[in-house]
Structure formats: C-alpha cells, structure tokens
C-alpha cells in the first residue's frame, strides 16, 4: 500500500496540515468525526468551523499576529488565501464571514486530488505504522482524549469563552453609530456608548447576575485571552473601561461626543447582519444575558442569534515531548493546533502548516523543515517544544517569544521607535522566509 499522512480533526490545523501535505504530492487520509458526531459547541456538517470569534485579529506587522499572517501567506497557507477571500470590514484586524470562510475551505480541501475526507470518529491512536497527526483540537472526544493521555503522558486544560451574536437590524442604530478608534482603517465597528451613570448600572448587574453552573469554576484554569466579561469586571469596577469597553480614541462622528464607556460590535458575516459582541465571552445563564446586555444603549431590544458560552479547552504538555516540526520525538506521530498549547486560529493554522510540511517530508524520506526562530512561526513552535518554565499556558503570537536575528541587529538603541524597529525586524524576517520557502528542502 502506498504511504500517507493520516489526519485526525477536519479544523484550522488539520485543513493547513492536509493542504500543505497534498501539496507535496503526498496522499492524505483526512478524519472529521462530523457530521456523525458533534462536539457541544459544533453545529456545521463543514470543516474548519469556527466556534468562537470570527477574528483573526490585527493585519499590522508590528503587531506579532499581523507577522504571523504574512508569514503564512509567504508559505502559502490555505487558511489565509480563504480567510482573505471571506474577509468582512473589522478596522485593523482580519475578521471573516465564518459560514464563507468554512465552506472556501472544505470546496478546496474535498476537491484537491491528494485528500480523501473520511466522515469517522477516530478513537484509537495508530501503533506508528501511518505517519499521523493529531489535530482534534481543543474539544477533542473523550474517547480520544484518553488514547491520546496513555501516549503523552496527561493532559492540562483550561476554560475559555464565546461572545454572543446578535442580529443587526435589532440594533438602535439612533443611540448606535459606527466609527474606528482613532479614525484608522474604514468605520467598520458599530459603537455602543455610555455615559458615566449608564455604565455604572450596567456593572452592577453584571457583577450580580446569575452565571451558569461550571463545576468548580472558582478553581478552573481560565485562559486570559478568553475570560468572561463578568470575570474581569469583579476585578474593580473601572477594569472594563481599560479592557473591552475602553472609550479611548472613540469619537462619534455626528456630534464629536466622547463617552464613559463603549461597547464594540463586529461584523459576523458579509453581509453586514449579524454582529459579534467583542470582548464580552460570558458564562451568564442566557435570561440574564438578554436582561444584562440590554442594558447597554442600543441594545435595549437587541435580539440573540447566538448566546455567549463558555466550554473547556484541552491540551498537551507539548515541550520536551515535542520536537520544533510538533512531531513527538522518536515517532511517526504530530501534534497541531491548540491541543499543542498554541493559542488563537492562525497560530493553530501555522502548527498545523509545519507539521503537514514535516509528514509530507517524513513520509517522502526527506530532511525536515525547521523554521527559525526570528519568525513567528518558528517562535511558536520553539515555545511549544521547548518552554522551560513549570506553567505552561497556551500562548499566542507575540515579540516576547520571537528570537533577534543576529543578521538584523536592531536593538532600543539604534532604533528609539518601538514601532518602526519591529517594522524593520518583520520585514527582515519575511524576506528570509521568501529564500527558506524558495529552496529544495521547503519544496
């Protein structure tokens, strides 16, 4: 039988991982437990379904996850080519239509004549005959979840949240008004504002209202990136204008008011009705997410596509059990995505890149693909395999993990501004990966 790469989980790294493998003429096997079994937050029968936000967030480099972008870009990444074809207006940030996005890439990953999509629930790990990769991602079965604790040896875990969905005519677009902080980029965000008294009733009832049972929440390991909105309020009552209600930057532009507090909506899909609450993931019982959030102006009749939930997130002890390609050392077995403790979709997409270009190459009997250090994609996979702390934590793109090139010594000194030295570090940094990209052991 001709040799193949064999991939669990039809999402962000899976799809990367399996494009990327096809791409070098291998034969993927691609497993997707739906449409015959769903998780409690999947609802779609197409792959790379995404549950939470449908950002992608910022597009500038010198932001490490604008970096991250064009770096998968330059490698040729299927996940951005679809992002990017499904983009709706979200200022500075890539955001998508996520019912567009999901279906651009299960058109092209069904139709690409290396991938077989296989609707099956995968319970068992292979004895290492296949080369496999695991990319169940962070709600990964049970029955999974065990196989895959004998492999590695545990889990760890962490809770996150999604924000709710609301339709966009129920919006009081009157009180409501769209503009960008600070004027930059196209006014796509609809800004509810507040004043001083209106805030400080809306954080009474929100630090009052009635959560959803969550067994031993008060103990639970929550991801910082993803903490409920009424988790971060009880942390004082001015901590929600410094966070996702910050009114910084945010003028309207009918009557050049500023306000106490502002509330951001961002465009779910194209069309422009739905929109996403940004910032507010919640673990309030529904009833009082419709009473709490309708306090805010402009959604005093706002009415819910979806209520915000939270659900819990799994992951591996990826470093010293996986190697920088996300291979686990000595096998013919990989690891993509959030379950290696990457956080966020691209940085899920690009585990899932390096590890479908290091199968393709395993199974083709070729040198791995090591991406270096000074790029995103190479930081993430060094902090996976190789944090030394004794808390590792899912981590997303960002310049504390990525390495200096000592080609491109740009340091405070020769440089003051912090932006335009990380303009010339990612530039640097790109041009680099165009040669990797260009050579025989990319290839």
């Not at 800004?191 to 008294?197: D, K, L, V, Y």
């Not at 988790?231 to 996702?244: D, H, M, N, V, Y």
């Not at 040198?367 to 994609?377: G, R, V």
Request: overall charge negative; aromatic content about 10%.
């Amino acid at each position: 039988m001709d040799k193949f790469v064999k991939i669990i989980g039809g999402g962000l790294a899976g799809c990367e991982a399996a494009w990327q493998a096809a791409q070098r003429g291998v034969k993927v096997k691609l497993y997707e437990m739906k449409p015959l079994v769903f998780s409690p937050a999947h609802k779609s029968a197409d792959l790379c379904e995404l549950v939470c936000s449908n950002s992608f967030k910022s597009t500038d480099i010198t932001n490490a996850s604008g970096l991250l972008k064009e770096e998968m870009r330059v490698c040729g990444s299927l996940i951005l080519k679809c992002a990017d074809e499904s983009a709706v207006g979200a200022g500075g940030a890539l955001a998508v239509d996520r019912v567009k996005f999901s279906r651009a890439v299960t058109e092209r990953i069904k139709n690409h004549p290396n991938i077989e999509v296989i609707s099956e629930e995968i319970k068992e790990i292979d004895d290492g005959e296949n080369v496999e990769i695991i990319a169940t991602g962070p709600l990964t079965s049970e029955a999974l979840c065990d196989a895959i604790g004998k492999e590695t040896g545990g889990f760890l875990h962490f809770y996150d949240a999604a924000a709710p969905v609301i339709f966009a005519e129920s919006v009081d677009t009157d009180k409501a008004f769209y503009a960008s902080r600070y004027g930059k980029g196209d006014a796509d965000y609809l800004n509810c504002p507040m004043n001083r008294q209106e805030y400080e009733a809306f954080y009474k009832a929100l630090v009052t209202a009635e959560c959803a049972d969550v067994k031993d929440f008060d103990e639970l390991n929550l991801y910082e990136g993803c903490m409920p909105v009424e988790s971060i309020a009880k942390r004082g009552e001015q901590t929600l204008c410094f966070g996702p209600l910050k009114p910084v930057g945010i003028t309207n532009p009918k009557t050049g008011e500023t306000y106490y507090a502002v509330v951001q909506l961002r465009k779910e899909n194209e069309e422009g009705t739905l929109f996403n609450m940004v910032g507010f993931q919640t673990r309030l019982k529904f009833g009082e997410q419709k009473r709490v959030f309708g306090m805010i102006p402009g959604l005093e009749n706002a009415e819910f596509a979806r209520y915000g939930v939270m659900h819990k997130n799994t992951y591996i002890n990826s470093p010293g059990l996986l190697d920088r390609t996300y291979r686990v050392k000595g096998k013919n077995l990989y690891f993509a995505g959030q379950i290696t403790g990457v956080e966020g979709y691209i940085e899920s997409a690009s585990s899932g890149l390096v590890a479908g270009i290091n199968a393709a190459k395993l199974v083709k009997g070729e040198p791995e693909c090591i991406f270096p250090d000074y790029t995103a994609i190479g930081a993430l996979a060094k902090y996976a395999s190789s944090y030394a702390g004794e808390d590792f934590q899912p981590m997303g793109a960002n310049y504390g993990i990525i390495s200096q090139d000592p080609d491109c010594p740009v340091t405070k000194k020769t440089v003051r501004d912090k932006a335009k030295r990380r303009i010339i570090q990612s530039e640097n940094s790109l041009e680099k990966l165009k040669k990797i990209t260009e050579g025989e052991n990319y290839k």
